[in-house]
């Protein structure tokens, strides 16, 4: 399973990419290859505060739904708005095209907390 | 939820963990929710054909002279009509008149008669009917000896006229008949819960492997895949059949589960639960099971979601999901009668937030 390394893993298999103040996040190949047939994405709403570990999204598979976990603090400044009509694509493309949404961050020092792909991978038993 | 060392595992499991199906928890078995992917293997039992194990149902065998009166009692449809080799769905009440199981009754002799049940109720209905029974009839619970396998689509003929024989093969829906395999009788039923023409096997659980692999070998050019619980879960509720623990248990009458059509309140035999029946029917439905579907784009309706109107409570789901077939959310609920007009929109709670739904005209798919 690919996971790539430039960016940090939550152990309820988000990832979170940095770019500044502003962080994109996703979930994994792992847990979307688990959750399998993505066919509904809840988006958060622009502009929602959550804090990091907090439910911010769900995915909805053919058999069930998943809560979606911020990685980190921040506030909701984008989402992407393609998963609407386009779920499948956290399937096909977790990592790119299948984004859910970026953050403000209000205390980057909480991507400590978060795992390096190699310590997300050991989390896999891989 | 029981660990995994208690489920129990069908003569299949060694196939299904060699084509790398994803397991999971079922009525107490540990079987395959998917192999491929729950969508492509839904597709495949609609243009083509599908593969599926069924070990885990259970097979009931009821004989003596009084088999036909006796069963006719408890059962809610007419045996009377039933020839040699043919079977109705049909519904096991209790006295008040709410579901111990619904199932399949097959006359394979003029006394003598086979009851499929579902797997999570074997226990339950072999007790029930122990209880009830009397001296002219004897019971058997032979669920352990067979095995299962459902082949479902509209290849599911072709790929059956080469597996076997000619004469050997059930020509009308839920007609059963014997046909050798390796030596060993195998009952073909024509039947399914996918909504699809298809056909039920089975047999004694030393030849289902090997059953299982030929089918799957004669299938291939047909388009025929394995398909498992996931994919069998989201074709039954597109034909709008119910799954007991759902739409159907002990508090839901088959009244309330939209099943007339199976009742037989004229036969000679008044079954166990008539009189429940015959006094909701006179006093009106106060509930009914409906089908569903999402207005718009919004998350696919989930088992136990509450479902309001004009602010308070008319109902919840039953059974929901996504539907391959209509690319949207579907579901079956039991509403309030004030709810269940055909029209009827309704809001869906889904994590704290409304969803519009709209009570629409059973079934959500029909071919057969």
């Not at chain 1, 390394?5 to 988000?14: K, P, Q, T």
């Not at chain 1, 990832?15 to 988006?43: K, P, Y």
């Not at chain 2, 299904?16 to 540990?30: C, D, I, P, S």
Request: net charge negative; proline share 5%; aromatic share 8%.
């Amino acid at each position: 399973m690919n996971h790539p390394e430039n960016l940090l893993y939550a152990e309820s298999h988000e990832w979170l990419s940095i770019d500044g103040n502003t962080g994109t996040v996703g979930i994994t190949d792992h847990a979307q290859n688990a959750l399998s047939d993505v066919v509904f994405v809840e988006l958060p709403k622009i502009g929602k505060t959550v804090k990091q570990k907090d439910t911010a999204a769900a995915v909805e598979s053919v058999k069930a739904a998943s809560d979606i976990y911020s990685p980190i603090s921040g506030e909701i400044i984008e989402v992407n708005t393609k998963l609407s009509s386009n779920p499948e694509l956290v399937n096909s493309s977790p990592y790119t095209d299948g984004w859910i949404f970026k953050i403000k961050l209000s205390s980057p020092e909480e991507a400590g907390n978060l795992k390096n792909v190699k310590d997300y991978q050991a989390l896999l038993g891989k | 939820m029981p660990e995994t060392s208690d489920l129990r595992e069908t003569p299949l499991a060694p196939a299904h963990k060699a084509l790398g199906a994803r397991m999971v928890e079922f009525g107490g078995w540990n079987m395959p929710v998917s192999y491929t992917s729950i969508l492509d293997e839904h597709k495949a039992v609609r243009e083509k054909a599908g593969l599926f194990d069924i070990s885990h149902m259970g097979q009931l065998f009821v004989s003596g002279t009084g088999a036909e009166a006796w069963l006719n009692s408890l059962l809610t449809n007419d045996i009377r009509r039933l020839s040699v080799g043919h079977g109705q769905y049909t519904i096991l009440l209790n006295d008040g008149g709410g579901t111990v199981d619904d199932l399949i009754v097959y006359r394979l002799e003029e006394q003598r008669y086979l009851l499929l049940v579902n797997a999570s109720r074997i226990e339950d209905d072999y007790n029930w009917l122990d209880r009830k029974k009397n001296a002219n009839v004897s019971l058997e619970n032979l669920s352990a000896d067979f095995g299962g396998i459902a082949l479902q689509g509209p290849e599911a003929e072709t790929i059956l006229h080469k597996t076997f024989d000619e004469e050997k093969r059930p020509i009308k829906r839920n007609q059963l008949l014997f046909s050798p395999f390796k030596g060993i009788d195998v009952i073909i039923t024509r039947t399914g819960y996918t909504g699809e023409d298809g056909f039920e096997f089975f047999c004694s659980t030393e030849v289902l492997t090997d059953l299982w692999n030929k089918l799957l070998e004669e299938g291939k050019n047909y388009g025929l895949v394995p398909a498992g619980l996931g994919a069998r879960d989201t074709l039954r509720l597109e034909a709008c059949y119910p799954l007991y623990g759902h739409e159907l248990d002990s508090g839901i009458t088959p009244l309330e589960a939209g099943l007339q059509g199976f009742l037989c309140f004229d036969k000679p035999e008044k079954f166990t639960g008539i009189e429940a029946l015959r006094k909701q029917k006179q006093e009106g439905l106060t509930r009914k099971s409906v089908a569903l579907e999402v207005v718009g784009v919004g998350a696919p309706p989930r088992a136990q979601y509450p479902l309001m109107k004009d602010g308070l409570k008319v109902g919840e789901v039953t059974s929901g999901g996504h539907s391959p077939t209509l690319k949207k959310g579907i579901a079956l609920a039991l509403v309030e009668i004030s709810a269940s007009q055909v029209g009827t929109k309704l809001e869906m709670i889904v994590r704290e937030k409304p969803v519009t739904v709209q009570v629409i005209k059973k079934p959500f798919y029909r071919k057969l």
